[in-house]
């Protein structure tokens, strides 16, 4: 399937990316260190493929926040943008929300629930697994 292309970027612009291919596992996570990385309480991320992404307009800043997973910001506003695991070369997940139109990438279900904050409830029927949707 031939999906149009997906641009995004961060809030200042110095950064911007564009993606192709067919997206993926679009989620919303709780999970502890998205949420030191983004001072939000959930993040929204979607998959694309790895050869279908570039950073087409200047460089983030590249962060390993655990020894198989690095992540990428921009330097002068502090938008997160991608997520990338070693184990899933791959793939690498953007942040739904820096996406110019997220309302494309719908998530599909709730990852790590485990570390979900007991202030922010979920009410809508998606799936949710209490930690990666690969550790059931
Ligand atoms: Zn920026
Ligand atoms: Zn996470």
């Given amino acids: ?20 291919g067919a997206s993926g596992h679009p ?15 959930v993040v929204a991320w979607v998959t694309f493929p790895r050869g279908a992404f570039a950073f087409v307009k200047g460089t983030p800043v590249r962060y390993r926040s655990s020894p198989p997973v690095l992540r990428s910001f921009c330097g002068a506003c502090g938008t997160p943008l991608t ?3 070693a184990d899933f070369p791959d793939g690498v997940d953007v942040t739904t929300a820096s996406l110019d139109d997220p309302e494309r990438f719908p998530p599909a279900d709730h990852t790590w629930t ?23």
Avoid at 1 to 20: I, T
Avoid at 27 to 41: K, M
Avoid at 114 to 120: E, P, V
Wanted: hydrophobic share 30%; glycine share 6%; aromatic share 6%.
């Fill in 114 to 136: 485990s570390h979900r904050l007991s202030w922010l409830p979920l009410s809508d029927p998606l799936p949710r697994f209490p930690r990666s949707r690969h550790e059931l």
């Fill in 1 to 20: 399937m031939n999906e149009p292309v997906a641009e995004g970027g961060c809030l200042c612009g110095a950064v911007r990316y564009r993606a192709s």
């Fill in 83 to 85: 997520y990338e695991h």
């Fill in 27 to 41: 989620t919303l996570c709780h999970c502890r260190s998205c949420r030191r990385a983004s001072g939000a309480p």
